[in-house]
């Protein structure tokens, strides 16, 4: 079991797994944190776990431990690859683990449900794979993942604020947001520039108001890409701005960060009714 596990900074130096820049990688070795990321997951017996980006194992340890029947790994880094199969070792028959990028791999497809994607995410990377996941959100029982603190603010900023955007409308369309707690960067190694922040991101039984997937982000792009500016100059290359929002019961004076979600919802329908 875990006892049989060499420290983490032991199988660093073992297996040459200095950061790498280009991966996005900052390893967590605190052990207490891990632990509190895996717990955050809930009850972690039934299904599968999903990790992306395991580096040293530090949470990958830290899911097992906290009793999770499956966890499937996926990892590009072929020196950490090396040390999950000792992991899959010290768990038989607990620890999947693939080789290959997460943006390339279909991760709603994997393992039995209830899946749950727990993660220390690759920063330079994030946002595009949540963006992904969101796709597919039904797939998933629960998503916890760390992100810069902005990232973080952004996915659950209220509208008024000058943190809401396109991130904020899309993932609270489909997500229940609850930022849990926030890292200290001297945790890490190397240190990223920012705070880090966990987040629990719980998939709706169904979308906060219908709307189809890709006109609600070319909605929100085109009204977000210049949100200093009026919903009736901001929507103008979807094409007959002012009846849209005439549809969309929105006023044409309005600015992208006063519409809630159900509002942005509201205009993708009435763009698909043309």
Not at 23 to 32: K, P, R, V
Not at 193 to 205: F, Q
Request: charge should be positive; aromatic fraction near 6%.
């Amino acid at each position: 079991m875990a006892d049989r596990l060499p420290p983490l900074r032991d199988v660093i130096a073992a297996h040459g797994l200095e950061a790498r820049k280009s991966l996005g990688q900052h390893f967590l070795f605190d052990l207490n944190l891990t632990g509190r990321i895996a717990r955050a997951a809930g009850d972690l017996g039934t299904g599968t776990v999903i990790e992306i980006g395991p580096g040293p194992g530090g949470l990958t340890r830290a899911l097992l431990e906290a009793g999770a029947r499956k966890v499937i790994a996926i990892e590009r880094d072929d020196r950490a690859i090396a040390i999950q199969h000792e992991i899959a070792a010290a768990y038989p028959g607990r620890l999947e683990i693939i080789a290959g990028d997460a943006m390339e791999i279909d991760t709603a497809a994997l393992g039995e449900a209830p899946r749950k994607i727990v993660a220390n995410l690759p920063y330079n990377i994030s946002t595009v794979l949540l963006l992904k996941w969101l796709r597919q959100v039904s797939a998933f029982d629960r998503m916890v993942l760390m992100f810069q603190k902005e990232v973080v603010d952004r996915l659950a900023a209220e509208p008024r604020s000058s943190h809401y955007g396109r991130l904020s409308v899309i993932t609270q369309w489909l997500c229940e947001v609850r930022p849990l707690f926030n890292i200290d960067r001297r945790a890490f190694t190397p240190p990223p520039a920012v705070t880090s922040t966990v987040v629990d991101l719980i998939p709706r039984p169904a979308p906060a108001s219908p709307a189809r997937f890709e006109t609600l982000e070319r909605v929100t792009a085109a009204a977000f890409g210049q949100r200093r500016k009026m919903l009736r100059s901001s929507l103008k290359s979807l094409g007959d701005a002012e009846g849209l929002l005439e549809a969309a019961r929105l006023s044409p004076t309005a600015r992208a960060e006063e519409i809630p979600v159900e509002g942005f919802c509201a205009l993708a329908r009435a763009l698909d009714s043309r």
